[in-house]
């Protein structure tokens, strides 16, 4: 794995820890200023709306456990099982691209409750 791999998937760890935190404010120098987020509920969201709309206003994630992390050029792929606060848990993948080192596009793909 080269350097800038190796940056980026630390950058998505950090990310997941934030988010599981609420720590909106250490993941916004993460993003790239022309950032967007797409899920099957959001269609290329900015990141205001990233943070109005896909940030939780209270503690809903005990912890997310990344099974799979790898990185393929620009891109991130990363699968993880998120743990809710009311015990239900689910998997999802997401691709995240990454634009030197800043992320420029998350891409989450909803998985099914475990």
Not at 34 to 50: A, E, G, K, V, W
Not at 89 to 98: G, H, K, M, P, T
Request: net charge negative; charged share 30%; proline share 5%.
């Amino acid at each position: 794995m080269s350097s800038l791999e190796t940056v980026r998937c630390d950058t998505v760890r950090r990310l997941f820890t934030a988010y599981v935190a609420q720590h909106p404010d250490t993941v916004a120098p993460m993003l790239a200023p022309d950032f967007t987020f797409s899920s099957p509920r959001d269609d290329h969201i900015d990141r205001q709306r990233y943070f109005e709309h896909c940030w939780p206003k209270e503690k809903v994630f005990r912890d997310i456990h990344i099974e799979h992390l790898v990185p393929d050029g620009d891109d991130v792929i990363v699968s993880y099982r998120a743990e809710k606060m009311d015990g239900n848990s689910f998997r999802n993948v997401e691709l995240i691209r990454f634009a030197g080192d800043r992320i420029a596009e998350v891409n989450v793909y909803f998985g099914r409750n475990v």
